[in-house]
Nanobody
Framework: QVRLVESGGGLVQTGGSLRLSCTAS????????MGWFRQAPGKELEFVAT????????RYLESVKGRFTISRDNAKNTVYLQMNNLNPGDTAVYFC?????????????????WGLGTQVTVSS
């Protein structure tokens, strides 16, 4: 089992920045692919970003490209999501995810492990 704990959410104004962190514990060898999904009120779960263990495979939701950066520190078992130039459309609960094996890292059902989520609210 892998336990994921997110931190770094909060309230920010349009144009502001936040950095989310997610630390894995337990059987961290299973956290080969890590990433972030988000869910806004009344909307479906949405893929945001993902990164492979060695950082060679990185993907983003089109609407966050150029604004968000995903990275990871394997020594700390932590994945980060730097979010810049935030807008109200980014308001959501952000979930950290991890998978040992996958075929399409942008699909939610590929991920075995999920954190409880952290709220990000962007005011206009």
């Amino acid at each position: 089992q892998v336990r994921l704990v997110e931190s770094g959410g909060g309230l920010v104004q349009t144009g502001g920045s936040l950095r989310l962190s997610c630390t894995a514990s337990g059987e961290t060898f299973a956290a080969n692919q890590m990433g972030w999904f988000r869910q806004a009120p009344g909307k479906e779960l949405e893929f945001v970003a993902t990164i492979s263990r060695k950082g060679f495979d990185i993907r983003y939701l089109e609407s966050v490209k150029g604004r968000f950066t995903i990275s990871r520190d394997n020594a700390k078992n932590t994945v980060y999501l730097q979010m810049n130039n935030l807008n109200p459309g980014d308001t959501a609960v952000y979930f950290c995810v991890a998978a040992q094996m996958y075929s399409d890292a942008t699909k939610a059902d590929e991920y075995d492990y999920w954190g409880l989520g952290t709220q990000v609210t962007v005011s206009s």
